[in-house]
């Protein structure tokens, strides 16, 4: 039998031991409450001075302002955002390292590409930006007025017609094949590294047809170094209400809708990401912010996490059926 002793040096024991846990359960909720007390990085996964990086600063210039923290971006451009994505997934689980994602890195390279991150499980969405529309332009050495004169052109003449993309993986890429299934038209693939040198050789005539998304080609469009013949999204942009969607002009399933959120690493504490959400939510919402973003050509979209996670199931899945559908090989 135990001594009085023996039981009484257990009990105060198993009493120490819930305190410690008492007292380390305190303290994080604590840490939690108190978050931010330090600077969070905003990890963009392109170069600076591009929309997307424009759209990360408005918003982590916003965000700083209600946390009373800075909020920094960081850029780690390249493979097609995948660099970016994997280093925000092995980064701690604390709120401190965030990702500034898009449908390349949540949607089309996990469907295309054999990658060190899961885009469901190693992230927690925080929530939707933006989106934004892909366009088709052409170089304005292109006689072909509208889309159906151009695909009546490529059919003629596929050897003459090539395609600029960001690089294979990418939204370019994946709309110009999507557009190639639905018309049957044949036009030869150049990939660039990256959105910069792809419109420039574009502008320039060296490929004739590109599909970006309208904040990288709205500047050229303006100027008149591109012509926009068509939205790939399912409706006409405010920015350009000229232009009609493919789908109105007979072109079914030709739908890029480009979109941005923002990620966390997987195991982040759910009071954190609520409160990441909230103040998202809340910096979309100011007028300011919401101007900023949309005269970048993209349209502020909230959602909560457990949206944003719905959603990134549903991108993979999509693009996954485009790349058996179209036949794409990774690099």
């Given amino acids: 039998m135990q001594s009085n002793s023996c039981r009484a040096i257990g009990r105060r ?4 031991a819930l305190a410690l846990a008492a007292c380390a359960a305190s303290g994080l909720a604590q840490a939690q409450s108190a978050y931010p007390e330090r600077i969070v990085t905003l990890v963009v996964p392109t170069a600076p001075g591009g929309g997307n990086d424009a759209m990360a600063r408005v918003v982590a210039q916003k965000l700083s ?3 009373g923290q800075q909020v ?3 850029n ?5 955002g995948s660099i970016a994505a994997e280093y925000v997934a092995r980064a701690p689980g604390d709120g401190y390292t965030l990702l500034f994602g898009y449908i390349g890195t949540h949607g089309m390279n996990p469907a295309l590409q054999k990658l060190r991150y899961d885009p469901v499980a190693s992230f927690e969405p925080i929530g939707m930006v933006c989106t934004s529309p892909t366009l088709m332009v052409v170089n304005p050495a292109v006689p072909a007025r509208s889309v159906d004169e151009l695909v009546k052109a490529m059919r003629a003449r596929p050897d003459q017609f090539n395609y600029a993309s960001a690089g294979n993986g ?9 557009f190639k299934l639905a018309t049957k038209a044949e ?4 990939p660039y ?5 792809a419109m420039g050789d574009t502008v320039a005539g060296q490929t004739q047809v590109m599909f970006p998304s ?3 080609a709205y500047p050229f469009v303006k100027a008149g170094k591109l012509r926009a013949l068509g939205v790939a999204g399912p409706k006409r942009s405010s920015t350009m209400p000229d232009v009609p969607t493919l789908e109105e002009l007979g072109i079914k399933g030709v739908d890029v809708t480009q979109w941005y959120a923002i990620f966390a690493p997987a195991r982040t504490p759910r009071p954190i990401v609520d409160k990441l959400n909230t103040a998202l939510n809340a910096a979309l919402a100011d007028k300011d912010v919401a101007n900023r973003i949309e005269s970048h050509g993209a349209v502020v979209e909230t959602s909560t996490p457990d949206q944003l996670r719905m959603k990134v199931r549903s991108e993979v899945a999509k693009w996954r059926g485009v790349v058996e559908s179209a036949k794409l090989q990774p690099d």
């Fill in 214 to 216: 309208l904040f990288t």
């Fill in 170 to 178: 990418t939204a370019p890429h994946f709309a110009a094949e999507m």
């Fill in 13 to 16: 024991s198993a009493i120490a």
């Fill in 76 to 80: 780690k451009a390249g493979a097609n």
């Fill in 65 to 67: 302002t209600m946390f």
């Fill in 72 to 74: 920094i971006v960081e």
């Fill in 187 to 190: 036009m030869a693939h150049v």
């Fill in 193 to 197: 590294k990256g959105s910069a040198p």
